[in-house]
């Protein structure tokens, strides 16, 4: 008998000023952040995520703007945030320097919940719905590990070395043919099911972050494949903790708020489109 690891709410939410400890443009538009904070290095599940206020003035957003955690160091007591410019608050985000401080609130949400049963893990991750994959990655032992990794185009491909690292095969498709196959992610995703013998479907266990399109259509291919599915909701969230009710998603179960109750949810659950 198999007993899944179901991640989620185990711990408790702090807000706490974090001092940035690293700060680096890995890519055009994307950004790594390393921040010191004792609690949450070591009390975050993968798939949850922070809530960051960028600016303490008039002038900048006032929403914290909600992150997912990519990576922790229990031993350096730091969280990892990978995020994309696009827009003000995190064009704010990236003026920020080392040594200053910043004001979170986190660990937030459910995680994904991962499946000891099936000898296949399939990640699958669209533009920066690789950040919270990349933690997650490490904690999946399935013997058969993938990353299909979906980008607009070449720059916007990154974290390969990682995920190769911890044992994963990366295929990446690319929009416009600039790495990879030229495609979308789910003609990989396509591809490694009809190439699949039918007894290997029973092993698969797909996890997804990325574009609510991209959600979509992987939930598409898992319900006709019967595939066991969890996908990382991306929502417009204000207070994080499921007071506001701003993120509400609505699902067989219900309304649910990404915030509180996902963002990670079973991709049966979901009703589109949202
Ligand atoms: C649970 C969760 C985890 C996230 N993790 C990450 C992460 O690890 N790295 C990362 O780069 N981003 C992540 N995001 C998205 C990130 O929160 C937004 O990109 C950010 O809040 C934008 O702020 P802004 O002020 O720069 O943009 P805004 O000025 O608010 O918006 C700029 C543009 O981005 C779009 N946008 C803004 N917020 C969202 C959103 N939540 N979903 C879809 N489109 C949005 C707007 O429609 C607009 O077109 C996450 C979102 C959620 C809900
Ligand atoms: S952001 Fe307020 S309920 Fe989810």
Same mark, same amino acid.
Not at 50 to 60: G, W
Not at 142 to 163: L, S
Not at 199 to 214: D, Q, R, T, V, W
């Given at each position: 008998?198999?007993?899944?690891?179901?991640?989620?709410?185990?711990?408790?939410?702090?807000?706490?000023?974090?001092?940035?400890?690293?700060?680096?443009?890995?890519?055009?538009?994307?950004?790594?952040?390393?921040?010191?904070?004792?609690?949450?290095?070591?009390?975050?599940?993968?798939?949850?995520?922070?809530?960051?206020?960028?600016?303490?003035?008039?002038?900048?957003?006032?929403?914290?703007?909600? %992150? +997912?955690?990519? #990576?922790?160091?229990?031993?350096?007591? *730091?969280?990892?945030?990978?995020?994309?410019?696009? @827009? /003000?608050? $995190?064009?704010?985000?990236?003026?920020?320097?080392?040594?200053?401080?910043?004001?979170?609130?986190?660990?937030?949400?459910?995680?994904?919940?991962?499946?000891?049963?099936?000898?296949?893990?399939?990640?699958?991750?669209?533009?920066?719905?690789?950040?919270?994959?990349?933690?997650?990655?490490?904690?999946?032992?399935?013997?058969?590990?993938?990353?299909?990794?979906?980008?607009?185009?070449?720059?916007?491909?990154?974290?390969?070395?990682? %995920? +190769?690292?911890? #044992?994963?095969?990366?295929?990446?498709? *690319?929009?416009?043919?600039?790495?990879?196959?030229? @495609? /979308?992610? $789910?003609?990989?995703?396509?591809?490694?099911?009809?190439?699949?013998?039918?007894?290997?479907?029973?092993?698969?266990?797909?996890?997804?972050?990325?574009?609510?399109?991209?959600?979509?259509?992987?939930?598409?291919?898992?319900?006709?494949?019967?595939?066991?599915?969890?996908?990382?909701?991306?929502?417009?969230?204000?207070?994080?903790?499921?007071?506001?009710?701003?993120?509400?998603?609505?699902?067989?179960?219900?309304?649910?708020?990404?915030?509180?109750?996902?963002?990670?949810?079973?991709?049966?659950?979901?009703?589109?489109?949202?």
């Amino acid at each position: 008998m198999h007993s899944d690891l179901k991640y989620g709410k185990m711990n408790l939410m702090i807000q706490e000023k974090a001092r940035i400890v690293e700060h680096q443009q890995i890519a055009p538009n994307y950004y790594k952040l390393t921040l010191l904070s004792h609690y949450i290095s070591s009390n975050t599940l993968p798939g949850q995520f922070i809530e960051i206020r960028v600016c303490d003035f008039t002038v900048c957003p006032l929403l914290r703007r909600p %992150f +997912s955690i990519h #990576g922790t160091n229990k031993d350096k007591k *730091t969280i990892e945030i990978l995020y994309e410019v696009v @827009g /003000l608050g $995190t064009e704010v985000l990236t003026k920020h320097q080392i040594g200053q401080e910043l004001d979170i609130l986190g660990p937030l949400g459910n995680g994904f919940t991962i499946k000891k049963k099936g000898k296949i893990a399939i990640l699958v991750s669209g533009g920066m719905g690789v950040a919270p994959l990349k933690a997650l990655a490490e904690h999946i032992k399935a013997p058969a590990r993938y990353v299909f990794m979906g980008c607009k185009k070449m720059d916007q491909v990154v974290c390969e070395k990682d %995920f +190769s690292k911890l #044992g994963f095969e990366v295929q990446v498709a *690319t929009e416009n043919g600039s790495a990879g196959k030229k @495609g /979308l992610v $789910t003609d990989i995703l396509n591809g490694f099911i009809d190439s699949a013998q039918p007894s290997e479907l029973n092993e698969i266990n797909i996890y997804a972050c990325g574009p609510k399109a991209m959600l979509k259509a992987v939930s598409e291919i898992a319900q006709q494949k019967k595939l066991n599915c969890q996908i990382s909701m991306e929502a417009y969230m204000a207070c994080g903790i499921g007071a506001c009710k701003g993120c509400a998603v609505k699902t067989t179960k219900g309304m649910k708020m990404v915030c509180k109750d996902g963002p990670v949810f079973p991709a049966q659950e979901i009703i589109w489109p949202i």
